[in-house]
């Protein structure tokens, strides 16, 4: 019988010798519309503080806060118990959240996705897809200046 050969797909990842750049996403001079997102575990009390704050630093840099969305992480009872477990490496948030933010980017036809929390590369794409607009995390927008 004949095998099928695997493919080690670690070779495809290493095969570019150069990493990718992430593409920086900048703010419009004239103002964009986003929506903000946070994703708080529950020993995380003062998460309004964090938001207000966000929301203060994205004025500044000349966007409009449409919408607020936070993801709190072991607040219920079914919560706490998967505490142990990783969250969606892939999004971030739970499928019915990331719901929830497209719902919002419509009906308040936002530009962009901003995330307080840091987003990687992966994370960066896959909500980019999912949601039809930019997602980028906040640290990448105050250091794009």
Not at 106 to 115: H, L, T, Y
Request: hydrophobic share 40%; glycine share 6%; with cysteine.
């Amino acid at each position: 019988m004949h095998q099928h050969r695997r493919r080690d797909r670690r070779l495809t990842r290493r095969a570019s010798s150069e990493p990718a750049q992430r593409q920086a996403f900048r703010l419009p001079d004239e103002g964009a519309d986003v929506v903000l997102v946070g994703y708080f575990s529950a020993k995380q009390k003062d998460f309004e503080t964090l938001m207000a704050s966000a929301a203060t630093e994205l004025a500044a840099h000349g966007a409009r806060v449409v919408a607020q969305m936070v993801q709190r992480r072991g607040v219920s009872d079914g919560g706490v118990r998967k505490m142990g477990l990783p969250f969606s490496s892939r999004t971030l948030l739970t499928y019915g959240k990331v719901r929830e933010v497209a719902l919002a980017c419509e009906q308040a036809d936002a530009d962009a996705v901003i995330f307080v929390a840091p987003l990687t590369e992966r994370q960066q794409r896959t909500l980019t897809d999912m949601l039809g607009r930019p997602a980028v995390s906040l640290p990448d927008i105050l250091t794009a200046d």
